[in-house]
């Protein structure tokens, strides 16, 4: 549920803006991570290359982001935001941030502490544990 209604406000708060659900994670590991490969957007994201190449072209034709050669691999391309991406990233920010405080709002401190810990906890089990098999380990 708390998935589903991430997505809803996201298409909501982003419409505007001209971003959908499936296109903010990429401009966000843009942010921290500009010049990698739709390669590397898609392992890093867990999304599917045909997947990635759809929301990167999406975002191309929009303005966001720009592709380049990689000069060692030619059949790759670098991937980097561009100036009206940037221009809107505090915009951005200020969005993701009032959805992290209305969902932790009426919670202290130490329950918003525990929570992302547990949180930290459980995306690292995923990045170390093959959790695709996980069904078959009966």
């Given at each position: 549920?708390?998935?589903?209604?991430?997505?809803?406000?996201?298409?909501?708060?982003?419409?505007?803006?001209?971003?959908?659900?499936?296109?903010?994670?990429?401009?966000?590991?843009?942010?921290?991570?500009?010049?990698?490969?739709?390669?590397?957007?898609?392992?890093?994201?867990?999304?599917?290359?045909?997947?990635?190449?759809?929301?990167?072209?999406?975002?191309?034709?929009?303005?966001?982001?720009?592709?380049?050669?990689?000069?060692?691999?030619?059949?790759?391309?670098?991937?980097?935001?561009?100036?009206?991406?940037?221009?809107q990233m505090p915009e951005i920010l200020k969005r993701l941030e009032l959805w992290s405080e209305y969902l932790t709002d009426g919670l202290n401190e130490e329950s918003v502490n525990t929570m992302f810990?547990?949180?930290?906890?459980?995306?690292?089990?995923?990045?170390?544990?093959?959790?695709?098999?996980?069904?078959?380990?009966?």
């Amino acid at each position: 549920i708390l998935y589903r209604k991430n997505q809803i406000y996201i298409n909501n708060a982003f419409k505007e803006l001209n971003i959908t659900a499936s296109e903010l994670p990429i401009i966000m590991c843009l942010k921290y991570h500009e010049g990698v490969s739709q390669d590397d957007l898609s392992s890093f994201l867990n999304i599917d290359k045909a997947s990635t190449t759809r929301t990167i072209q999406s975002l191309d034709k929009k303005g966001f982001i720009k592709r380049e050669k990689d000069l060692n691999d030619r059949r790759a391309n670098k991937i980097y935001l561009t100036k009206l991406a940037h221009g809107q990233m505090p915009e951005i920010l200020k969005r993701l941030e009032l959805w992290s405080e209305y969902l932790t709002d009426g919670l202290n401190e130490e329950s918003v502490n525990t929570m992302f810990n547990v949180l930290d906890s459980m995306v690292n089990k995923l990045d170390s544990d093959n959790f695709k098999t996980i069904w078959r380990n009966e």
